[in-house]
């Protein structure tokens, strides 16, 4: 059974860095490409950055470019969301989801239950 | 950017009835066009993949219907735990995007 536990989320201040973890269990890890979604509470979904199984290619939101970067560790198995230069408007719970395969297609299939990130003073 | 429009924002149905919800692109996404359902509290969960293909585990009362800039989700028979948010989102070009979403609510 797939498994996505997220961590890393909290309290931090404008300005600051967050290391998000995504630890995956229940399939192969490498041959799936893997995504970070944010929610703002109460609001819509929005995607932040995706990775393939390879790690050769990555896409992230024009929102969060320049200074989020995602990776991944096939020993470990776990995707990694790091965030610097917080903003307010990056508060959200930030979602770990699988892809349907390893190349990037967009369709994710399974889905963690999410880490709050709060950037307030 | 391509935006997608769901309407409507609230559907208010009872258990037992259908519901039809729709999904407008901006441009056109061809068939690459999913659909996820989100209970309160829980993550999102996939429904329907590709316009039309249900994902695993997901009943048949669930079907998704389109291609281009328009695009259904129909669900019938409703259980009382449909009762939630869903949400389009297509996958032609980055960046991938999703609609508000709409509430299904019970009434």
């Known amino acids: 059974e797939v498994h996505l536990l997220e961590s890393g989320g909290g309290l931090v201040q404008p300005g600051g860095s967050l290391r998000l973890s995504c630890a995956a269990s229940g399939f192969t890890f490498s041959a799936y490409a893997m995504a970070w979604v944010r929610q703002v509470p109460g609001k819509g979904l929005e995607w932040v950055s995706v990775?393939?199984?390879?790690?050769?290619?990555?896409f992230d939101a024009e929102s969060v470019k320049g200074r989020f970067i995602i990776s991944r560790d096939t020993v470990t198995d776990t995707l990694y969301l790091q965030m610097d230069s917080l903003r307010a408007e990056d508060t959200a719970v930030y979602y770990c989801?699988?892809?349907?395969?390893?190349?990037?297609?967009?369709?994710?299939?399974?889905w963690g239950q999410g880490t709050l990130v709060t950037v307030s003073s | 950017e391509i935006v997608l429009t769901q309407s409507p924002a609230t559907l208010s149905l009872s258990p037992g009835e259908t519901a039809t919800l729709s999904c407008r692109t901006s441009?056109?996404?061809?068939?690459?066009l999913a659909w996820y359902q989100q209970r309160p509290g829980q993550a999102p969960r996939l429904l329907i993949s590709d316009a039309s293909k249900r994902a695993t585990g997901v009943p048949a009362r669930f079907s998704g219907s389109g291609s281009g800039t328009d695009f259904t989700l129909t669900i019938i028979s409703l259980e009382p735990e449909d009762f939630a948010v869903y949400y389009c989102q297509h996958r032609t070009r980055w960046p991938y995007t999703f609609g508000q979403g709409t509430k299904l609510e019970i009434k």
């Open positions: 441009q056109s996404v061809a068939s690459f």
């Open positions: 990775i393939s199984g390879r790690s050769d290619i990555k």
């Open positions: 989801a699988k892809d349907s395969r390893g190349g990037i297609t967009g369709t994710l299939t399974h």
